[in-house]
């Protein structure tokens, strides 16, 4: 059945990117910042001018909705999630996009600081955009589109099956997660309220890519406790906990185990953070791998540069705590392969070429799986996340929209 689609999505995004909603890892309140808050109330807004009865923002910050059913089959209930927050790496304040209309090749040179250029030469999936619609900041933020091309893509296929009975459909769940950024996006999320069997994240990157797998991840703490002395009368006595911490990062590997060393299915150590004074300091650091041997080679390697450092001061004393973050979401997902099938289906249904891939990161569809909700990630068409040169393009959020109809369809046929 051909699908007449009047698209939503750019006007959407376009009005999400504009609204700050960076997460903070060194907050304890759920949502970490309250400005998350801002958008999920319009989203709230938005998804009950749809006439979703149920929609809602809870007090954590997550919104969630229903579309009902439309089929008399018994269709399993199907989620579709994105996240608000954006990362900390880059701020999210005062985004201004630009749209680069009719993309006709070469280098594109942000406006409000020149020195930000998405070369083609390393953006090679520029290539692919010729005659396309390209959304980019002016050069002084990150754009959102991680994840808000995400939102907007949920939103305007929630609107073409509102708009369109004829389209049968299961019940479809909508949930919209904070702090995903930081590690916690569904740490308070309540599955028996959302009621899915299966999900989707749609936060990936290029236009028909499907992900069923991601990085193991954990969390690594380092706490230094040094010697303080009077530097006037140091020596021999003072041992300082900030020298000591440098001294860890400076052995860590420079040629491998980095994330501007490895990719493929390499993983790596990667400071994140160092802070204290002379008496203690404290050293973060985030291990990632594709599976639990690999993360605890590498947890064992940094334990034994941190003893060796520690050699030079036997005065001073040292703690590692290491935290799990999230798992690779494979192992879950292979008891099920009608997800990713359809998901392939709903893809070459849109017009592209499926492409099956992994995930140099995590999504919240990693912690879902884990939860016992099944979630792979299906493309939203992001590029150069957490950076200034962040660019989405029209066409691809547009297709990524239509492979969500796409999957209501396929779900409801195969019941």
């Keep these: 059945m051909p699908l007449a689609f009047k698209h939503t999505v750019t006007e959407r995004f376009l009005r999400y990117v504009v609204i700050d909603t960076q997460s903070d890892p060194a907050s304890t309140t759920c949502p970490s910042t309250e400005k998350q808050k801002k958008l999920g109330r319009l989203l709230e807004a938005e998804l009950r001018a749809l006439a979703l009865a149920d929609a809602h923002l809870d007090e954590h910050g997550y919104v969630y909705a229903t579309i009902p ?9 199907i989620c579709f999630c994105s996240h608000m927050d954006t990362s900390p790496d880059c701020t999210g304040a005062n985004v ?22 998405i070369r083609v030469a390393e953006h090679p999936e520029l290539a692919n955009q010729i005659g396309n619609d ?21 939103m305007d296929a929630a609107e073409f099956l509102i708009r369109n009975p004829q389209i049968k459909h299961g019940t479809i769940k909508i949930l919209f997660t904070p702090d995903e950024e930081i590690g916690r996006g569904v740490d308070r999320v309540d599955l028996k309220k959302l009621g899915a069997d299966f999900a989707y994240t749609m936060d990936g990157e290029t236009a028909g890519t499907i992900e069923d797998e991601t ?49 493929g299915r390499e993983g790596f150590l990667h400071p994140t953070g160092i ?28 334990e034994s540069i941190v003893q060796d450092v520690m050699k030079d001061y036997p005065r001073s004393t040292y703690k590692i705590a290491v935290k799990p973050q999230y798992r690779n979401m494979k192992e879950v997902i292979d008891r099920h392969p009608e997800i990713i099938d359809y998901a392939v289906e709903a893809i070459r249904r849109a017009g592209l070429k499926p492409v099956k891939s992994s995930i140099r990161g995590g999504t919240d569809g ?15 068409g992001e590029h150069a996340f957490h950076s200034r040169l962040e660019w989405v393009s029209v066409q691809d959020m547009e297709k990524a929209a239509e492979t969500i109809v796409h999957l209501a369809m396929i779900w409801e046929e195969r019941a």
Excluded: W
Excluded at 134 to 154: F, H, R, S
Excluded at 278 to 302: C, M, P, W, Y
């Design 69 to 77: 059913a439309n089929t008399d089959k018994k269709v399993p209930v």
């Design 366 to 380: 990693s912690r879902l799986s884990a939860m016992g909700l099944p979630c792979p990630n299906i493309f939203a």
């Design 215 to 263: 990085f193991s991840a954990d969390g690594a703490t380092i706490t230094i406790q040094g010697v303080s002395a009077h530097p006037g009368f140091a020596k021999g006595r003072m041992e300082h906990a900030i020298k000591i911490a440098s001294a860890i990062i400076d052995r860590l590997p420079k040629d491998t185990c980095s994330p501007e060393t490895t990719e």
């Design 275 to 302: 802070n204290g004074a002379l008496e203690s300091a404290t050293i973060h650091l985030i291990v990632r791998d594709f599976n639990e041997q690999g993360l605890k080679q590498k947890e064992a390697l940094l």
């Design 96 to 117: 201004r996009p630009q749209i680069v209309k009719n993309y006709r090749g070469g280098d594109i040179v942000l406006p409000a600081d020149r020195s930000q250029v």
């Design 134 to 154: 390209i959304i980019t900041t002016d050069g002084t933020t990150l754009l959102g589109a991680d994840n808000k091309a995400g939102l907007a893509e949920i």
